[in-house]
């Protein structure tokens, strides 16, 4: 039997650390310290499934390039694919991904000099 | 976008010999035609930051174009017995089984038992409705009895199910029985209405279990769930009796009004169902649901059905149950005699100048013909391993995969694809509609991840071993794990040296004491993989590229199996872990399955045991001193993904080597469960040293010897800045060594 309890993902979100959001922006692929890991694994094991799906990537070019989709809950259903949602790293996937759930987390509104992936 | 589904197909069989007929079953629902060209597989991984595509056109009959058909994959299990006089002899009768439903209540009707034409609307069926209570339909020329209980039954409880009908007075009745009728649990009802006085049978219409009869071809109404001991009566039973009939495990044949009573506890590892009447009205199963199930009996005295085989009188049927795909052959092709054993495929092109070209591949294996080596090296297909995650829907159903992952999901096509096309059967890490694991996988449908272009993990990672053999210009033969499996050790035996690959998971007992006996004999035996030898099956005894699995109490595993059910119906034998079997792959490895890490893979760094002067044909041009891989496609390291250690007391050989080790994971390392006994917090790679990669050394006896790497990492770094890399110059200075006929 497959058992899933992605409600179970209870971490609380503290939604003034915008410490945690500048961590991630730095390193978006890691390593991170353990409250960021903890904030990181709300998000992912919990999914977006009531927002409309599991943020997920479907590569369009091997290696080179991504598209933003919506991978929705119930089998069978068609993954929401985002054709306009081009990413060309990993890194920015991740960073754009990240903001979508700090928001929808209810988290502080990123200031603006946050919210541009670090060159 | 590349277009790597609009064509689909499987070859058939999926391993051949030089000079067999290999056929190909293709489909698609949009193409008259495609572009077909055979190719040889060097590297079926795109990514190009690494070889990238390497495909070579092999000259080929069929090369150009070829005419394409829609075909449909009908998935769902079920029994059929062909009609037969016994089957429409009577008027009267009761049907009756015990069922175990796992989804009552979906949407759709579900049919335990039933003589049938839905095309026809006639004969009688007994099943659960769209909202899942019990009914019993009876219908002819027009008109229509139906009978249903009031309350929807219960998911994954036993009742007994049955229906009746008394011609004389005209009644039908629809009876429930819950086994645990206790806390909250009772769903016992006898429901009696009224029905025809006579009734005209179907022609030409055969008893169906678990579904019914669409048409002539074809069956719906597929149930979700278990059923055990299914019986039918040429009398209307009160519901006493047909309990009473149903609980005997052996019936009285000389009943006059038996017309039927199936064992589904004989012929386990068959496709057929034994009937213990007098009519012998024997069944054949369609699209192999699972056997050797616990029935409505079991007591937990045994877990074995073998020990106590009539408490495993049930079968399960899933309406997804998927293992042919009963697809036309579309091209076929022999193989010519001079064509050296390999990966190979049907490449499939279509809509070449558009923006999405369509370009998809049918991968099937050329092997060694036993006996005749043309090498003094041979390599593993881990075809066992590929049918394994046959179409895995992994990441798509279960919500741990991205935290597993620790990153966004990647999607390929292909996995758009299975999203939306479950009727191609899913993997053994997936579970079916009803939650149910899934045992069993075959190789007569599309497998997406067994091809190049595919998820690399596992076939797509073992080409880049292929890569680097022929890039270092070393000739090999491709053997297979299932013909390890059917012909044993002679398969292995002629090579100097045998490489198993990134991932060769799926074991059989045959295939283990093949490898055992190979490396006892003075074998030679590089294991250049992570998580080997690390899950027990059984292949099918008739039906090739076959296989089973049982997912039981231990073990990182996707889902868990029922208590009582982790025997193979195939064979009888205990599956799960090879470590729970008795045999850690340390034994025969020097390493064995610990941990996964998917936040970044490491280097490993060389131990003391590698310094020994007797090794210098092992560390031959390598600096000691220097981190060994780190870089890699793979987490930028050549020790990842799924990773093994050496454990004294699981086996590792007192000879053992240890030659290197990557033991500072970080804090993705996760450790698999049966590593972890008791729970206390600490347990991950950053904190824990027993998560980790080894690297070993043994000699075996009569001068053969073992080399392990624990990584599936490690055959995605040998392609690093060219080849020239320490990963690259360690496996090549140990197959240098393991080819050279001087005993180890």
Not at chain 2, 1 to 7: G, P, Q, R
Request: net charge negative.
């Amino acid at each position: 039997m497959l058992v899933n309890y992605p409600e179970a993902a209870h971490w609380q979100v503290d939604t003034t650390r915008l410490d945690l959001v500048e961590e991630f922006r730095r390193k978006p692929r890691g390593p991170h310290g353990d409250e960021l890991q903890k904030l990181l694994h709300r998000m992912r094991w919990a999914g977006d499934f009531e927002t409309g799906g599991r943020y997920v990537l479907v590569v369009k070019t091997p290696g080179r390039e991504w598209l933003l989709a919506r991978l929705p809950r119930q089998r069978g259903a068609p993954v929401k694919v985002m054709h306009n949602r081009v990413f060309t790293s990993l890194a920015d996937a991740e960073w754009e991904v990240f903001k979508l759930r700090w928001e929808a987390l209810g988290g502080a509104s990123i200031p603006e000099h946050l919210r541009e992936p670090l060159v | 976008m590349t277009d790597t589904t609009a064509v689909l197909g499987y070859a058939w069989p999926l391993i051949v010999s030089a000079g067999e007929t290999i056929a190909f079953h293709l489909s698609s629902a949009t193409l008259d035609s495609a572009e077909v060209t055979l190719v040889r597989v060097r590297c079926g991984d795109p990514d190009p930051n690494g070889p990238g595509l390497r495909l070579r056109e092999m000259e080929a009959s069929i090369n150009g174009h070829a005419a394409l058909a829609h075909q449909v994959i009908r998935p769902g299990s079920c029994a059929i017995v062909p009609d037969g006089p016994a089957l429409s002899d009577f008027q009267s009768f009761t049907a009756g089984a015990f069922v175990w439903p796992t989804l009552p209540g979906d949407d759709r009707a579900q049919t335990v038992l039933s003589r049938w034409r839905d095309d026809l609307q006639c004969g009688w069926r007994l099943g659960l409705d769209s909202r899942g209570h019990a009914e019993f339909v009876l219908s002819a020329a027009g008109e229509t009895w139906r009978v249903a209980t009031l309350q929807p039954l219960l998911s994954r409880e036993w009742v007994l199910l049955g229906a009746s009908w008394n011609a004389r007075s005209g009644a039908i009745s629809i009876m429930v029985k819950s086994l645990d009728p206790q806390s909250g649990r009772e769903r016992s009802a006898v429901v009696e209405g009224h029905g025809p006085t006579s009734m005209p049978w179907p022609r030409e219409t055969p008893l169906v279990m678990a579904a019914h009869a669409k048409d002539e071809a074809y069956y719906a109404a597929f149930f979700d769930g278990k059923i055990d001991r299914p019986r039918l009566y040429a009398e209307a039973l009160t519901r006493d009796a047909l309990h009473r009939l149903c609980e005997a495990h052996t019936v009285a044949p000389g009943d006059p009004h038996l017309i039927g009573a199936w064992n589904f506890a004989l012929d386990i590892p068959t496709e057929s169902v034994t009937d213990m009447s007098a009519n012998r009205l024997h069944g054949t199963l369609r699209q192999m649901p699972a056997r050797a199930m616990t029935g409505a009996n079991w007591d937990g005295s045994s877990d074995r059905w073998t020990d106590r085989p009539t408490h495993y009188g049930a079968i399960h049927f899933h309406s997804d149950d998927m293992a042919d795909a009963e697809w036309k052959p579309s091209l076929e092709f022999t193989i010519p005699a001079d064509w050296r054993s390999g990966f190979y495929a049907l490449r499939l092109r279509a809509r070449t100048e558009s923006a999405d070209p369509v370009e998809s591949f049918v991968a099937f294996f050329v092997r060694a013909d036993l006996g005749k080596p043309k090498s003094r090296l041979a390599f593993v297909a881990s075809t066992a391993t590929f049918l394994a995650y046959a179409n895995s829907a992994l990441r798509l159903d279960q919500v741990h995969a991205e935290a597993m992952l620790e990153g966004l999901l990647t999607l390929s096509q292909d996995d758009l694809y299975i999203q939306e096309h479950r009727e191609l059967g899913l993997s053994t890490y997936d579970t079916h509609a009803d939650g149910s694991g899934w045992c069993i996988s075959t190789a007569k449908r599309p497998i997406l991840n067994t091809r190049p272009r595919g998820a690399v993990f596992n076939y797509g990672n073992d080409t880049h071993l292929i890569d680097w053999l022929e890039q270092t210009g070393q000739d090999y033969d491709i053997i297979t794990d299932d013909d390890i499996h059917r012909h044993g050790l002679p398969v292995l035996r002629p090579y100097g040296c045998v490489i198993t690959g990134s991932h060769p998971e799926y074991i059989s007992r045959e295939i283990w004491d093949a490898f055992d006996a190979y490396q006892q004999g003075g074998g030679r035996h590089m294991y250049l993989g992570g998580n080997g030898f690390y899950w027990r099956i059984a292949y099918h005894r008739t039906q090739p590229h076959t296989i089973e699995m049982r997912r039981g109490m231990s073990g990182l595993r996707t889902w868990e199996g029922e208590a009582g059910e982790t025997t193979l119906a195939f064979t009888g034998e205990p599956s799960s872990t090879w470590r729970s079997n008795g045999r850690p792959p340390q034994r025969l490895l020097g390493v064995g399955f610990d941990a996964q890490v998917f936040t970044h893979s490491s280097p490993y760094r060389w131990l003391d045991g590698a310094k020994a002067p007797s090794l210098g044909w092992l560390t031959d041009g390598i600096d000691l001193d220097k981190p060994l891989g780190d870089f890699g496609l793979r987490g930028n390291g050549a020790a990842g993904v799924e990773v093994d250690r050496v454990e004294f007391t699981l086996g590792s050989p007192p000879g053992t080597i240890w030659l290197a080790t990557a033991d500072n994971l970080g804090y993705g390392g996760t450790p698999t469960p049966e590593e972890v006994r008791t729970l206390h917090r600490g347990i991950m790679g950053d904190q824990n040293a027993q998560v980790r990669a080894d690297i070993t050394f043994f000699p075996t006896a009569n001068g053969g010897g073992v080399f392990s790497t624990g990584s599936i990492a490690w055959v995605c770094a040998l392609s690093h800045t060219n080849y020239q890399n320490n990963v690259s110059q360690l496996t090549g200075n140990v197959l240098k060594r393991f080819l050279d006929k001087e005993p180890l």
